[in-house]
């Protein structure tokens, strides 16, 4: 018999649970009474249901029982208490009966308004009538047994009845009905809160992405005039040197279609593959070394493990130009620029290190923050992961290095999402 209502308790538990989670499902709940109890909880607001979901998974199997009996030692506690108190009104037997059954009524009165809060508002009448009526049927009908079996007189019952039910009505109001308003209005007000906290969050992630997107369009528009008038320049020099210099004209060229191909490519999607990212750095960087010679060297290791990984779109590009704007070519010798990936206690940690310039010195704090290229990439990261970041620091030949870091189990689902 016991195995039978644990199982039974259990299905009714694992049923709640499914509701809550997913209420379409409630229709399909089989029994008029249980389908009833799922169509009440797919009724309540999501907050709600997530908060119950949470409290009967909290309090499911063994948690629940340990709960109710501790619950049961503490409204027996109280019973002894007012049987020591009042001897003579309360018998021992009778005090720990009264006192659990007020008890547990009150905590079942709690629990109904804790997780149907928003209901106890807009029905505030017809579960205040409800209550009233419930608490006055009790009385009732204590007072008239209690009088029954004292006398045995129907007339006595009745003239206890009025002498006894206003003192326990008010008791029943005071000890039940203000609680259970006190704590609807409590968590009404949370709720309110709650909801305001939720949409202020999903306005400020909504504009948090218009701004990175806008900032992305800025840096996708910001293939520099420059760039491309000096490596056409280069590219018109290396014609007008005949045949010599024809097939450098044709390499760089090709190069530099590579990279517009492969940067246009890029304007359209919010993440990449890793190994498209480093196809178009790679083209960038032998347009770059094609005007600047032996001033430019470079080397991208990218293990073929991680290549089908998905980042943040143009953020290893914004890193380069970064590098050979501030470090390699205000240099004199000139430098050279890594690129690579690597797994790093769990995480995914792509490089960019140069040998040129380093961080400006005395300014460090500002080098960190960078210009607007640097903070668009934090801000894409953040909003791809909390705990993703990049670093700037000083390298330790000279030059800067700045790590990209972030989940390989995000970068994993970016490539999901992407698809």
């Known amino acids: 018999m016991l195995k039978k209502f644990r199982d039974w308790y259990r299905s009714i538990d694992d049923e709640s649970l499914l509701v809550l989670k997913h209420p379409e499902m409630a229709a399909q709940v089989k029994g008029r009474a249980r389908r009833c109890i799922a169509r009440n909880l797919s009724t309540l607001t999501p907050i709600e249901r997530e908060q119950l979901h949470d409290f009967l998974l909290k309090y499911r199997g063994a948690g629940f029982y340990i709960a109710a009996f501790k619950l049961m030692l503490l409204f027996s506690a109280i019973g002894v208490v007012l049987h020591l108190l009042f001897p003579v009104k309360f018998e021992l037997l009778k005090a720990v009966v009264f006192s659990n059954g007020m008890g547990f009524a009150l905590v079942w009165g709690l629990i109904g308004v804790w997780f149907n809060y928003r209901s106890s508002v807009r029905h505030k009448l017809k579960k205040l009538l409800l209550i009233v009526s419930t608490c006055a049927a009790g009385v009732v009908t204590g007072v008239m047994l209690a009088g029954l079996s004292d006398t045995g007189s129907m007339g006595m019952a009745f003239e206890r009845l009025l002498r006894v039910g206003g003192i326990a009505l008010l008791v029943a109001v005071v000890f039940y009905m203000v609680p259970l308003a006190i704590v609807t209005s409590w968590r009404n007000r949370q709720y309110e809160a709650l909801t305001l906290q939720l949409q202020q969050d999903a306005e400020r992630d909504r504009l948090a992405r218009e701004l990175s997107e806008s900032q992305l369009r800025l840096l996708r528009a910001q293939i520099e005039p420059h760039f491309l008038f000096n490596t056409l320049g280069a590219v018109q020099q290396l014609a007008e040197q005949g045949a010599p210099g024809a097939a450098r004209a044709a390499a760089l060229t090709a190069d530099l279609i590579a990279f517009l191909r492969a940067s246009l490519a890029e304007m359209r999607s919010e993440q990449v593959a890793l190994q498209s990212e480093f196809d178009m750095v790679a083209a960038y960087l032998r347009v770059m070394q094609a005007r600047m010679g032996s001033r430019l060297r ?100 000279g030059g800067v290095i700045a790590d990209i870091v972030l989940p390989i189990k995000m970068a994993a689902s970016l490539k999901e999402n992407a698809a």
């Not at 779109?313 to 470090?327: P, Q, R, V």
């Open 298 to 397: 470079y080397a991208l290791d990218l293990p073929a493990e991680f290549a089908q990984m998905t980042i943040p779109s143009m953020i290893l590009l914004t890193l380069a130009e970064n590098a050979i704007k501030h470090g390699i070519e205000p240099s004199l010798r000139g430098g050279e620029i890594t690129m690579s990936a690597q797994q790093v206690d769990g995480m995914l940690r792509l490089r960019v290190r140069d040998t040129g310039m380093g961080l400006p010195q005395g300014d460090t704090e500002h080098a960190q923050e960078g210009g607007l290229g640097l903070e668009n990439v934090r801000s894409r990261l953040r909003l791809s992961d909390p705990s993703a970041s990049l670093n700037l620091r000083d390298g330790e030949e």
